[in-house]
């Protein structure tokens, strides 16, 4: 069950997060607003996760913060190259 949920969650993070790369290149200001629902979506997933078990909230932890560093990564590679603004 465990596997199903963790997948799930990569799978829609990672969706989540493209979606407000696309939109951020293209609008600073709508792009943040997408990222503040996006967090509060995932804050709320991982309470969640916690009241299922301990160990469901920590690996949602752990994917979520894992998905926001590589999207951070990719956002700085592309203002590097000039893409973004």
């Known amino acids: 069950?465990?596997?199903a949920v963790f997948a799930a969650q990569v799978i829609g993070g990672a969706i989540a997060l493209a979606v407000f790369?696309?939109?951020?290149m293209n609008n600073r200001t709508k792009g943040f607003v997408s990222l503040a629902i996006i967090i509060l979506g995932m804050i709320y997933s991982v309470f969640q996760g916690f009241t299922l078990s301990q160990t469901m909230g920590i690996g949602?932890?752990?994917?979520?913060l894992f998905l926001f560093a590589v999207t951070y990564f990719i956002q700085r590679r592309k203002k590097e190259s000039g893409i973004i603004s």
Do not use: E, K, L, R
């Open 60 to 64: 949602m932890t752990f994917i979520y």
């Open 21 to 24: 790369s696309s939109i951020h």
């Open 1 to 3: 069950m465990y596997i």
